[in-house]
């Protein structure tokens, strides 16, 4: 043993003890938050359950009197309360037996479902200091109550404590004036809309449940007035009120899980009778309205107050507002005490001690373990050092390692007497296929792309060997020659590969054929068959830079230019591409004003009506009037909206001045009557977007079925279910909603299915490849698709009368494109539809007994007539 290695078998049973210890602390720690979570999800679910329970009370304590004050009797009784409680005003004829008789039975079924005490009507100028009394006055109930309690009660006739009526007339009073003030007039919406009026906690007359004062407690006297107004049948003024008197005790009681609370002995025996578990643990709820600061708990819990008081802080507190129709200040508390949680959680906190204890006691049999954890412990060192270098997904070079394999290599002197190539390489539509198809099949994706790409280069090659693991073993990437070409994933779906000494450009050509080449047959992953394309952008040492630095930017920009010619491309970086970068860049500076100084305008592309042979619609397309530059292309200024992040304002103005446009034109009679805006999902991903365009379209004053949303089918696929939900909501206004390029993307069918959609756009790319045989039939397949769910199809691109004769073959409803004719301003759009003669364009265009070259849906082949 070296001079080291004595400390090496102490230290070895440290290290081991310590991240046992921490292992099972932190399993520990785990199962402790789990436990408490489930806990939480338990008491959220209870308190909703509880939430529902007392809402249920509440509302039909609030219903019960709404009804009665709505009643015709009470709206048209004359507005004088009693002058004492020997009035009868049906004997008096103030109101009809027959009337009382009904509220009688709306207060016994309230009473007995909710336990309010009374019902009383009160009407304005009540004055109880003068001895008035309510008008009506409904307490049988109670009555019977008190008298049970009564009967059960043998020393109740010696201290019976009488009926205290005064806090309840006075908050009557109170209740009057705020009514009057804040509500005097019957709602528009009634029934709906009825105001309510809650009380503080009082004493009311109910004494079912104090029938004594020497024995009894005065707090189960304390309730509280629900009150809704009563307005005149005539003139709809606030004329008095209606109000329940509900005791807090029946509150409490449905915290406790009981139909009512053990005070008196006649409470009592009905819960033995009922068997009523009276010994079950105290409630944790309290319920609080917020506007009057009524607290109603179990009284058997003695850690509540002290939980309101901060005096004892809440190991958990849940909050649940009860969503009732007259009022959001009701709110549930749920608590649970430290001490509470506390004994559940003990028994895990003593297994952790326990285990801490046994891994103690065995430690010490584990000698011969340390030998065992340097070997693990060296593994893990190259296996760290493979991740440094290596991209754990696909095996390949990482960044780090590409970019110091490129600085080693330009430093070589070797390097700088021939050519170095870089190309840049992403995939196309990566991210949609990630997104729609999920995050595992883009894994396996990339695996087989990566493995295509490194076949595609010469067998020899130092990266094949590195593919194939023999060089995994031991990564270090100073083993790398610096003469051998490499790929390497950068990240996400960017790869890079470096080809050196190379004798021209021409052979870095043939490297990018032959990368674009391994992507030619589809990938198979499971059921699908995906077909990938790749953007290349090719720099080359030293001509595109002088520096790794220099040559990695420049073979970026090459290819960010070869991914906006479409898909597929390949681009050899040039010179005067830092003077794009520069325009591009001064361009995006200057969007920031375009939109203040009104530098945008719309164009508009007619779109051909087959069935009636006329342009009634158009698609609204935003162009960018430049000061100094002209009429900018939107494919050099949409991109920059979208990155800048001003696409939802310049996506608004689109929307108003399309639909202000279109007013304009249905004022002035002409034949455009429908209108198509194309939106990005930033502004449809809008929380307000729904709201603003009902506020645009209401502004513009058109109808909502006049204009059509057109949504691409990529981005509606990157949130599909909230998008669903989302044009649902806006088709429901009467809006039409298209799908534009259909078929580019990765959409489910199911989801397609599922799309609130008018109308199908078949995209340019469908409609140039018709001409073949597969081309045709995806069309012809597109559009029995689109039939079949109800939709309408629009055929966009058409340029020559043969796409022009076989859309209309196949069925399409409207067609758009040069053939028919270019964007153009308003007044140049509205003059075309005037003006458009469908007899003279199928003559111009020699459309006119042109054969049928195939029959749709039937059987097509090249050689029918």
């Not at 806006?730 to 909603?737: C, L, Q």
């Not at 020699?846 to 039937?858: M, V, Y």
Request: glycine residues 6%.
């Amino acid at each position: 043993m070296n001079g080291w290695g004595k400390y090496a078998i102490p230290a070895g049973f440290m290290l081991l003890w310590i991240i046992g210890t921490l292992a099972i602390y932190r399993d520990a720690q785990q199962i402790t938050a789990n436990t408490q979570q489930k806990i939480r999800n338990e008491m959220r679910l209870e308190a909703q359950n509880m939430a529902e329970k007392l809402a249920g009370v509440l509302e039909r304590t609030y219903v019960t009197i709404k009804t009665i004050s709505l009643l015709p009797a009470v709206r048209s009784a004359a507005p004088r309360n009693r002058r004492s409680v020997e009035d009868d005003v049906v004997k008096l004829g103030h109101f009809s037996e027959g009337d009382a008789d009904t509220i009688q039975q709306l207060y016994n079924h309230v009473s007995s479902d909710v336990a309010v005490s009374e019902i009383y009507l009160v009407y304005g100028g009540f004055a109880p200091e003068r001895g008035e009394v309510p008008f009506l006055m409904f307490d049988q109930v109670l009555l019977e109550r008190i008298a049970k309690a009564q009967e059960a009660d043998e020393t109740h006739e010696q201290d019976e404590p009488e009926e205290y009526e005064a806090a309840e007339y006075a908050e009557y009073v109170r209740q009057l004036r705020f009514l009057q003030h804040h509500h005097p007039r019957l709602p528009a919406e009634a029934p709906e809309g009825i105001a309510a009026v809650t009380s503080t906690l009082l004493r009311t007359c109910d004494n079912s449940q104090y029938t004594s004062i020497a024995n009894g407690d005065e707090r189960n006297t304390l309730g509280i007035l629900l009150s809704v107004p009563i307005y005149d049948q005539a003139n709809k003024e606030f004329k008095g009120l209606v109000t329940a008197v509900l005791r807090a005790n029946a509150l409490e009681a449905v915290l406790n899980g009981w139909p009512r609370l053990p005070i008196t002995a006649a409470d009592k025996a009905l819960l033995t009778q009922q068997q009523i578990d009276l010994d079950s643990p105290p409630s944790e709820y309290l319920l609080e309205n917020r506007q009057t600061g009524v607290r109603i708990m179990d009284r058997r819990n003695l850690d509540l107050p002290d939980l309101l008081t901060d005096k004892q802080q809440a190991a958990i507190h849940l909050e649940q507002t009860i969503q009732l129709p007259f009022s959001q200040a009701w709110q549930l508390h749920r608590y649970k005490s430290a001490a509470d949680l506390n004994v559940i959680l003990d028994p895990i906190r003593r297994d952790m001690w326990q285990r801490l204890a046994l891994l103690s006691l065995l430690i010490a049999g584990f000698a011969l373990a340390v030998e065992r954890v340097f070997a693990v412990q060296r593994k893990s060192t190259l296996k760290l050092t493979q991740m440094a270098n290596y991209d754990a997904l696909t095996g390949l070079p990482n960044r780090r390692l590409v970019a110091e394999h490129l600085t080693n290599s330009l430093n070589r002197q070797e390097a700088k007497t021939s050519q170095y190539a870089v190309l840049m390489i992403d995939l196309d539509d990566f991210k949609e296929i990630n997104d729609t198809l999920g995050h595992q099949i883009g894994d396996n994706l990339l695996i087989e792309v990566s493995r295509r790409f490194v076949h595609s280069l010469r067998a020899s090659d130092k990266l094949l060997q590195l593919h194939n693991n023999s060089a995994l073993d031991s990564p270090d990437s100073s083993l790398l020659d610096e003469n051998e070409s490499m790929v390497g994933r950068l990240g996400g779906d960017e790869f890079l590969v470096l080809l050196p000494s190379l004798p021209d450009l021409g052979q870095a050509l043939l490297v990018a054929n032959r990368l674009h080449a391994s992507l030619g047959e589809p990938i198979a992953l499971g059921p699908d068959k995906i077909y990938m394309h790749a953007s290349i952008g090719i720099a080359v040492y030293p001509d595109h830079g002088s520096s790794g630095t220099l040559l990695l930017r420049s073979a970026d920009t090459a290819m960010y230019l070869a991914k906006r010619q479409g898909r597929g491309q390949t681009v050899v970086f040039q010179r005067d591409f830092d003077e794009k970068s520069r325009q591009r860049l001064q361009l995006l500076t200057d969007l920031h004003s375009a939109l203040m100084e009104q530098q945008f305008v719309l164009h508009y592309q007619p779109e051909l009506n087959l069935a009636t042979g006329a342009i009634d619609s158009v698609e609204a397309l935003i162009r960018w009037q430049h000061p100094s530059l002209g009429l900018v292309h939107p494919a050099d200024f949409i991109p920059l909206l979208e990155q800048s992040g001003l696409i939802t304002d310049a996506g608004q103005w689109v929307l108003e001045t399309a639909c202000r446009q279109l007013k304009e034109w249905q004022d002035q009679g002409s034949p455009i009557k429908h209108m198509c805006v194309n939106v990005s999902i930033k502004q449809l991903a809008h929380p307000a977007f729904a709201d603003s365009l009902l506020n645009t379209l209401n502004q513009a004053g058109i109808a909502p079925g006049a204009l059509c949303l057109e949504l691409t089918e990529s981005m509606l696929m990157q949130q599909p279910e909230a998008n669903i939900q989302l044009l649902r909501s806006i088709r429901m206004t009467g809006v039409k909603i298209a799908l534009d390029d259909f078929g580019t993307g990765y959409s489910s069918l199911s989801y397609l299915r599922q799309l609130p959609l008018d109308v199908l756009k078949i995209d340019r790319s469908f409609v140039i490849d018709m001409q073949t045989d597969e081309g045709l039939a995806i069309c012809e397949t597109l559009i029995a698709l689109a039939k079949r769910l109800g939709l309408k199809v629009i055929a966009e691109g058409i340029e020559t009368a043969e796409q022009f004769c076989i859309m209309n073959r196949v069925g399409s409803d409207w067609m758009q494109g040069y053939l028919i004719a270019r964007p153009m301003p308003a007044e140049h759009a509205d003059q075309f539809a005037q003006t458009f003669d469908w007899k003279n364009f199928k003559t111009d265009n020699g459309l006119l007994g042109q054969p049928l070259r195939w029959t749709p849906f039937r059987g097509y082949s090249p050689e029918m007539p």
